[in-house]
């Protein structure tokens, strides 16, 4: 079961916004991607041109105030 989830993951380059390093960048549901450099979340949006775009969660916020 997870050998097909990862058979099935988007796996992009690109540059991300959080660390600026150019990275591997998985997919984990559609448009939304996790750096593997840093673990930063972002969502690409496409207008013309693909853009990584940062994004906090809620629940990372929480977790990163209270330890």
Do not use: W
């Not at 540059?15 to 593997?36: A, F």
């Not at 930063?40 to 013309?48: L, M, P, S, T, Y």
């Amino acid at each position: 079961m997870f050998a097909d989830i990862i058979k099935k993951a988007k796996m992009v380059d690109g540059i991300c916004p959080h660390c600026t390093e150019h990275s591997l960048l998985i997919g984990i549901v559609n448009d939304y991607y996790r750096c593997m450099s840093c673990g930063g979340d972002i969502e690409q949006k496409v207008n013309g041109k693909i853009s990584y775009l940062p994004i906090q969660l809620k629940e990372y916020d929480e977790v990163k105030d209270n330890g």
